[in-house]
């Protein structure tokens, strides 16, 4: 569709104002919320990552489009989380410490809340300490970890190790995501469990919260 296809080559010139702007005409148009997300904010994203790692454009444009993307996703969230739903259970989520990425895993929280999560966001650069400190004092039931940095992925082992220590792991569920994660890091971790997307996700800590 030609509208989403401008929201990506917008988004991938860093144009926030415009971004917000052909959301909006998107919904008004009557295009779900779901394939604003994916095939005009998120395929924007996806074409600024590969030029990334091609070198093609450097942190200043990747920062313009990270800034684009969260002008979109402020005017998409209402269309995404749907409001009055009953609470499934508590999750703390956070994305790992020494990374900043926050993009995914503010879109898992916004898709956990649409399907009626109470969701417990610490935001980015976080310890395994924090999750675990926090998960007690909220008596979380799961704790949602992502990472999009291989360097960073260990620390997600350290928030196994801790809930471990504390006594708690089998009281509280944990899953990870990130585009680094795989369904064999989670294994290898002894996470109870990864999903490549957000929609995945709320599937996952659906049915992590009934078992
Ligand atoms: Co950076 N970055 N970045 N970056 N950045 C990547 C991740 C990279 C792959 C780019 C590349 O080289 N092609 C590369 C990592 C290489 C690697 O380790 N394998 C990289 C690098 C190297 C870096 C720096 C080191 C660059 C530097 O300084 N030289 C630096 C690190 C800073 C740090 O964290 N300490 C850095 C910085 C940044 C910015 C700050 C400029 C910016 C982030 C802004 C922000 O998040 N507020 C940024 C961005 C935007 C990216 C790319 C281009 C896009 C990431 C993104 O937001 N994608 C990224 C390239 C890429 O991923 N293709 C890249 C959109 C988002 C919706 O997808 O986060 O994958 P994603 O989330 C998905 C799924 O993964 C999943 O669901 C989400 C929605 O579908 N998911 C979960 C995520 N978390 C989940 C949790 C779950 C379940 C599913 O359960 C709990």
Redesign the pocket.
Known sequence: MEILKRTADALQQGEHQQVATLVAEALGAGIPAGDVLQQGL?AG??V???Q??LREIF?PD??M??KA??AGLDVLKPHLASEGVPSRGKIV?G?VK????????N??GIMLKGAGFEVIDLG?DVAPEAFVDTAVREEATLI?????????MPSMTGTIKALQEAGLRDQVKV???????TDGFAKQIGADG????????VR?AKSLVAA
């Open positions: 998120l994203m996806n600024v990552g590969e990334f790692r942190l990747v920062l489009a990270a993307m969260y989520i994305t020494g990374d900043l990425h926050d993009i995914g895993k879109l898992v980015h949602g970890m992502s990472a999009l940095l291989t360097t960073t899953m990870i995501g990130g585009a680094p994660v990864y999903s490549p997307d957000a929609s995945s996700a996952l």
